[in-house]
């Protein structure tokens, strides 16, 4: 088991950048899940970017604004956030998971005005 908790959100200009940290308790090098979701107010969570067993997607929505880097020795998952757009505003959350079992974190708010 492993908790998860993400940081570095907050308010930020259209066009700014934002860093979101993803801390864990314990080693995330042994899941082969790794990603961030968000979910905006009224609507359901969607995926943002997700590495799987190595190979990496991104929602279209974020491709080329997006990176997510995976930092082994710190049991951080970061996602750096560049050219925010309002329609970014949502809850973030990271999750990692194995053979079917996941685990998420709290979330983290960002929020993007225009």
């Known amino acids: ?11 930020v200009q259209a066009g700014g950048s934002l860093r979101l940290s993803c801390a864990a308790s314990g ?14 107010p009224g609507k359901l969570r969607e995926l943002v970017v997700v590495i799987t067993n190595g190979i990496t997607n991104y ?7 997006f990176t997510i880097f995976v930092d082994n020795a710190k049991n951080t998952v970061y996602l750096q956030m560049n050219s925010l757009k309002p329609e970014d505003t949502a809850a973030y959350y990271c999750g990692v998971g194995r053979f079917g079992k996941d685990y998420w974190g709290q979330g983290t708010q960002v929020t993007v005005s225009s």
Do not use: C, P, T
């Not at 088991?1 to 308010?11: A, F, K, N, R, T």
């Not at 042994?30 to 968000?38: A, D, E, I, L, M």
């Not at 929602?59 to 604004?65: E, L, M, N, P, Q």
């Open 1 to 11: 088991q492993v908790q998860l908790v993400e940081s570095g959100g907050g308010l």
């Open 27 to 40: 080693s995330i090098s042994h899941f082969n899940v790794v990603g961030w979701h968000r979910q905006a």
């Open 59 to 65: 929602a279209d929505s974020v491709k080329g604004r």
